[in-house]
């Protein structure tokens, strides 16, 4: 026998080997022979040495506690005088009547996000972060949430946190700004059955994401394989030169079949166009050699085009010359002083005859 003091913040549990007897409070209390009393400082976590639907059958215990029940479904948010302290999972929670103002906040997982229901700051907390799933949707994007594989709801551009329960979460994000999708190397025959290859480029946007994301089977692979289609359809009806008299008239003809698919896929197409046209070696040199003929026979004509106005414009000078000695003397005159004017010295041999003969030379007979 043994006598124990339970001061006022402390509560003593009385057992007798296993078997629970009762709670001792406040006071002095005689413990007998094969008894033990445990003593719990209440403002500490209590850690019972038996099963808790053992000590609820007792009502003093029930009277000293507060009893917190939470479902599977349910979180609960533990405040100690106003500030948060805990997340308590499913399960039954015990807590000793002190003077600690406890307050306990359900929230039912199944309805609630997790932002809805609890501060911002909280969800720094470790543990309530450990707790919850995030998801980030960028300002240009548009979730959708799947629990179990039904769509739930539309998640709009911010940080969304969700509980982590049993069911299965999945959030599908989809791209709303303008997207380019280049087609490269695709090689196709033409009417004339000349293999050439095509690079493609289509500009897109999504603009039903339900559709986009739950009903089609990866989105942009079935886009590409829509323009694959319509360029071998336009192409196989056409021959080489019309392909490229025309490179514009491509898209422009495959433009409304492209708009219509699309629609069904959640896409708007905006435009696109044919990029580039690779032709096979032979083809080229082909063409390479008629490029430069082409231009070979513009340049003659140019050149006798030039030649037949020189000639006329000879035959206009003799005309004037024939008819006027004057003319003719000046452009003999021309000529010598563009003679003169590569000759860097000049010897004259005579006698006193010269100057006469130069005189017959540059000026006209008046007779």
Not at 78 to 96: A, I, T
Not at 135 to 140: G, I, T
Not at 213 to 219: A, T
Not at 322 to 334: G, Q, T, V
């Amino acid at each position: 026998m043994k006598f124990v003091t339970i001061s006022r913040h402390e509560v003593g549990l009385l057992f007798r080997g296993k078997s629970f007897v009762g709670v001792r409070l406040e006071g002095w209390h005689v413990v007998g022979w094969r008894q033990e009393l445990l003593v719990f400082d209440r403002t500490t976590p209590l850690v019972l040495p038996v099963d808790l639907s053992i000590l609820l059958e007792d009502e003093r215990f029930r009277a000293e506690v507060h009893l917190v029940e939470v479902k599977d479904h349910e979180r609960c948010l533990e405040y100690r005088d106003g500030l948060f302290h805990n997340l308590l999972l499913p399960g039954r929670h015990v807590y000793w009547k002190s003077g600690i103002d406890y307050d306990f906040r359900m929230v039912d997982t199944r309805k609630d996000e997790v932002g809805a229901v609890i501060e911002p700051e909280l969800l720094t907390k470790l543990v309530v972060f450990r707790q919850v799933h995030r998801y980030d949707v960028a300002a240009y994007e548009t979730g959708l949430l799947l629990i179990d594989g039904e769509l739930k709801q539309k998640l709009s551009a911010g940080r969304h946190y969700f509980w982590k329960t049993a069911e299965d979460l999945k959030v599908l994000l989809a791209d709303l700004r303008v997207q380019t999708m280049e087609v490269s190397g695709q090689e196709i025959l033409t009417k004339d059955r000349v293999g050439i290859r095509l690079n493609f480029q289509l500009q897109y946007r999504i603009t039903d994401v339900e559709r986009a994301l739950l009903e089609v089977s990866d989105m942009p692979r079935q886009l590409y394989l829509l323009v694959q289609l319509a360029l071998r359809s336009y192409v196989g009806t056409r021959t080489l030169d019309e392909i490229l008299a025309d490179k514009d008239a491509v898209y422009t003809s495959i433009r409304d079949e492209l708009v219509e698919a699309a629609e069904s896929l959640g896409v708007a197409v905006l435009s696109g166009g044919l990029r580039d046209i690779i032709l096979p070696g032979e083809i080229r040199e082909i063409m390479n050699r008629v490029l430069v003929a082409e231009k070979q026979t513009q340049a003659n004509t140019i050149l006798r085009r030039d030649e037949a106005a020189a000639t006329r414009s000879l035959l206009n000078s003799a005309k004037l010359m024939e008819d006027n000695a004057m003319l003719l003397r000046l452009k003999e005159m021309e000529y010598v002083e563009k003679i003169a004017e590569k000759i860097n010295s000049l010897s004259v041999s005579g006698g006193g005859q010269v100057i006469d003969q130069l005189r017959e030379l540059f000026i006209a007979d008046k007779k």
